[in-house]
């Protein structure tokens, strides 16, 4: 037994241990590399392709990204949902997070063109609000994260009593012309209104029930607005050319910075909202990065960052508290948990129920 | 007015002097029927075509029935009657370009006449002045029509102090659009009027005064009928432009006088019907040919009626 001399026994006994210490240390290393695989990837350098909309994220943000996760950030911008989806379609390769909105969410992942990564599972897929998560295009939030969002309300100036007043589609529709009410030229817009007005519910405005668009139309036919027009008509709000008006959130805050007695409201009935998304397109050549990108952007931080930046809302929870204070205080932008459950998607109908947004915005707009 | 698509004969000898190559035309031809034939040729096609359940465009199925719908409503109570509403707007386009054509021409006759009675350098200036709006984006002129007829702009704070504000609104009605068309056609109506009353000899004028003729005599015996091919040339260039107009109505008449033009841009738009909107484009299209016609057929008879 001269081979089990104390010495080697010890030596034996030493390296059993730290084998098997090693092998443990090797063995649970191999199991946290497994896990995060299949949870989430962590930043090993490289670079992400960011295709985004022109002027809609802040150079600094992506600067901060860089420096936080050593990921190189590539830039590319487009001007309309078309274009995006055009270029993906024609084959174009080597875009990793895309910005499509809500409508085109839904064409795009029809067609195939998104990976889906189950962005509702990244550990900041618990920060998306709840309201923005069974969303028509992406139910349960698979394909896509909210980037921003805007609501189509009710601008009105609470120095005229009649306007101050208005709580309500119903309200807004049935104002007397003395109060000069404006509208926008948006058949979606106008007609959603009407039927959330006359009872029907969000779930339900694509309804081919002609019954409720007759109602829609009933209620539509005392409704004789000032003006219609497709632009934000902010100046005809603070020259007080107009006391109440269809508009969108945002242009609702420009107004509010140049005539604080404008306000937004928050229809009762509830309101469209339209979102940008970030997304990553199929085939991404960075599919990690992309991932870990839109995990940090869904981080309260920078979604305040990015509404500072563009002056949309976000979706993310707690963001509201790092805002910056003009935005913060303004319930347009930072809605309250209450106003921002009234908001629901915009109503991207089929064709049989878009023919009776036609029909009853054409006859409305032939009797003006 | 109307396209001349005959190439020259062979017998065309392009040596001969005040002769040209057939091949001269060749490139505008071709630029010409890629520009305005083609898109064309796509709004016809659409035009009877179906559309998918779903989203934009249109699929490859032969549908007749938007040329009906727009002379057939289906009502919301399950009713169908006889369609207004289209007919309303092409009476609109009608009216509005009428009235435009009317007051451009108003305006640019004495204007015209005027120009082309000074001295000859200076209507060279003259001229100049009449082009100068085109220096500038119409969307910006109009933005800036917008402006001055506002009842808070310009000229509501003329109105103000003469006292009459109660009521003061122009901007947004049919007056508005009115005003917004007159101003962007004008030079249209002026240019060839001018051409034409450069020519005149106002000798004639001078001796029709000598002969004893009133004022009111002269001019509409022997000065305007030898600017008609000039007013002539000036309708065809307002009333048929006038048809098609789709900003004045928009952005000046507050989305309530509807035209032909902003009803098919909703259809290709917010109603995604690109097959109705392709139907009415291609009625726009019979109706702007029948109005060139008729002042084609009334500029021939004014020559045949003077041979």
Redesign the interface.
């Known amino acids: 037994m001269k081979f089990f001399t104390p010495k080697i026994g010890v030596a034996i006994a030493l390296a059993a241990a730290v084998s098997l210490g090693l092998s443990a240390c090797g063995s649970s290393a191999k199991t946290d590399t497994a896990a995060s695989s299949s949870e989430f990837p962590t930043a090993n350098g490289g670079e992400v392709n960011l295709y985004n909309w022109t002027n809609y994220i802040d150079p600094e943000q992506l600067k901060a990204f860089t420096a936080e996760t050593g990921i190189k950030v590539n830039l590319d911008t487009f001007d309309s949902n078309e274009t995006l989806l055009a270029k993906l379609q024609a084959g174009a390769t080597g875009y990793d997070v895309i910005v499509p909105s809500d409508y085109m969410v839904a ?1 795009m992942v029809s067609l195939g063109l998104l990976e889906n990564v189950g962005v509702a599972s990244f550990p900041n897929g618990k920060n998306i609000d709840p309201n923005f998560m069974d969303v028509y295009w992406d139910k349960g939030r698979q394909y896509s994260a909210p980037y921003m969002y805007g609501t189509t309300g009710i601008a009105v100036n609470t120095s005229n009593a009649a306007a101050n007043k208005i709580a309500s589609w119903k309200d807004f529709f049935a104002a007397d012309s003395a109060t000069s009410v404006d509208v926008l ?4 817009e106008v007609v959603s209104a009407a039927l959330r007005a006359t009872g029907v519910a969000a779930a339900d405005l694509c309804t081919v029930d ?2 409720k ?2 109602a829609a ?1 009933k209620l539509l036919e005392g409704f004789k607005p ?5 632009d934000g008509g902010i100046e ?1 709000m603070v ?3 107009s006391m109440v008006r269809m508009a969108w959130n945002g242009s609702v805050h420009r107004m509010g910075v140049d005539n604080p007695k404008i306000k937004y409201v928050f229809p009762s009935e509830g309101l469209n909202f339209w979102a940008d998304n970030l997304a990553i397109a199929k085939g991404a050549p960075n599919l990690d990065n992309a991932k870990i990108f839109i995990n940090w952007m869904l981080s309260p931080k920078q979604g305040a960052v990015a509404t500072n930046f563009t002056g949309y809302a976000n979706a993310v929870l707690g963001s509201g508290d790092l805002l910056d204070p003009a935005i913060k205080a303004d319930p347009a932008i930072n809605a309250s948990p209450e106003n921002a459950k009234l908001a629901t998607p915009t109503p991207n109908c ?3 129920a ?10 409305w ?2 009797s ?1 | 007015m109307t396209l001349d698509l005959s190439l020259p004969t062979a017998h065309d000898d392009s040596k001969a002097p005040g002769k040209t190559s057939k091949w001269l035309a060749a490139v505008p031809l071709a630029f010409l029927s890629f520009t305005v034939g083609i898109p064309l040729i796509i709004i016809f096609v659409y035009s009877f075509l179906a ?5 934009v465009g249109v699929i490859w199925k032969l549908d007749l029935t938007h040329y009906v719908k727009i002379f057939v ?2 009502k ?3 009713t169908r009657s006889f369609d207004t ?1 289209y007919l ?2 092409i009476w609109n386009s009608f009216f509005y370009s009428g009235l435009t054509t009317v007051g451009t021409m108003v305006l640019a006759i004495p204007v015209a006449l005027w120009i082309a009675t000074r001295d000859p350098r200076k209507r060279i200036l003259l001229v100049f002045l009449v082009t100068l709006p085109f220096w500038t984006s119409i969307l910006i002129r109009t933005y800036a029509i917008r402006q001055l007829l ?3 702009g310009v000229l509501g704070k003329i109105a103000t102090t003469l006292g009459f504000s109660d009521n003061f ?1 122009i901007l ?1 009605t049919p007056t508005s659009t009115i005003i917004g068309l007159v101003y962007t056609f004008l030079p249209f109506m002026i240019l060839p009027i001018y051409a034409s009353a450069e020519r005149f000899d106002f000798r004639f004028a001078e001796a029709g005064f000598d002969l004893g003729a009133r004022k009111m005599t002269v001019l509409f015996r022997i000065v305007l009928p030898q600017i008609a091919p000039g007013i002539i040339a000036g309708i065809a260039l307002v009333f048929i432009p006038g048809l098609g107009s789709f900003l004045q109505p ?2 000046l008449g ?3 006088t ?1 035209m032909i033009a902003n ?1 098919v841009a ?2 290709y738009g ?4 690109w097959p109705f909107g392709s139907a009415l484009s291609v009625l726009l299209c019979l109706i702007t040919l029948l109005a060139t016609l008729m002042i084609s057929l009334a500029a021939r008879k004014r020559k045949e009626a003077k041979v």
């Open positions: 064409q030229k948006d058949q979606t002609k019954s668009y007759a139309q000032k003006v219609i027009d497709s005809r020259k007080e050319s089929p064709t049989e878009r023919d009776l947004y036609t029909e009853v915005f054409t006859s707009t032939s003006q | 559309r998918p359940s779903m989203g409503q289906d919301l109570d399950g509403r309303k707007v506002d009842e808070k609104q947004y928009d952005m507050g989305g309530k509807n009803v909703n259809n917010q109603a995604r019907n």
